[in-house]
């Protein structure tokens, strides 16, 4: 079966230091990736999202960065932080042909 | 771009209550629809989806929604609710335009008084 791996579950780090947030897809193939934050009262916001290994798509412009270095892995960067960008953050997966994302557990980023 | 659109951002019932959260969406073309929905301290999970036939799709736990396309809407339902459904719920469309971009309502929170 698929399972999804998403690591630090919590982070505090201090502005203007550099972030990265891994999320890893196992039994699976070829997945498309996702990036959301979740806010309170303000849902998940669509940060970035990738259909394939070192492709893209940016949603909000942003202090953000993803890339995908392979098949199952998915980054979310940042070279400095800023207090903005404290958060939860999920990474989902789904098999690419239009069908439901499945989340990991998410990141608590506490910028400090 | 498509948007999704949950007005009811707080709703609070009894048990055995009714219950319909609305959720429309903005996207002219064909879509896929779905409901997740997050317990407290849980991930989230599929509660239900839609992508094509039957425009009333019942989901887990006695949940349902209906695809009404002319009001681009899909509202989730539970004839009769429980303490345990006590969690927030999120409506979220996938246009078939977009390569798979799955975009989300901001969320409505649930409470159930027993």
């Known amino acids: 079966s698929q399972t999804i791996h998403q690591w630090p579950a919590t982070l505090v780090q201090p502005v203007g230091s550099p972030l990265s947030l891994e999320c890893t897809v196992e039994g699976t193939s070829n997945p498309n990736l996702y990036w959301y934050r979740q806010a309170a009262g303000r849902g998940l916001q669509l940060l970035f999202y990738s259909v394939g290994i070192g492709q893209i798509s940016s949603e909000v412009p942003q202090n953000l960065s993803a890339s995908r270095p392979q098949d199952r892995q998915f980054i979310l960067s940042s070279k400095k932080l800023l207090l903005s960008d404290s958060g939860f953050y999920l990474c989902?997966?789904?098999?690419?042909?239009?069908?439901?994302?499945?989340f990991g557990q998410g990141t608590r980023l506490t910028v400090v | 771009a498509q948007s999704v659109s949950q007005h009811n951002h707080h709703v609070i019932l009894s048990e055995a209550a009714s219950l319909e959260l609305g959720c429309n969406y903005s996207y002219g073309g064909t879509v896929n629809l779905f409901w997740y929905v997050q317990y407290p301290g849980q991930h989230l999970q599929l509660l239900l989806k839609?992508?094509?036939?039957?425009?009333l799709v019942k989901g887990i736990k006695g949940f349902e929604a209906e695809f009404i396309k002319s009001k681009f809407s899909f509202n989730l339902r539970k004839p009769s609710v429980q303490w345990s459904d006590t969690a927030e719920y999120f409506c979220a469309v996938m246009a078939y335009s977009s390569a798979s971009k799955i975009i989300f309502g901001s969320g409505t929170r649930l409470s159930i008084r027993p």
């Open positions: 989902a997966w789904s098999s690419g042909d239009r069908t439901e994302a499945f």
């Open positions: 839609y992508f094509s036939g039957d425009p």
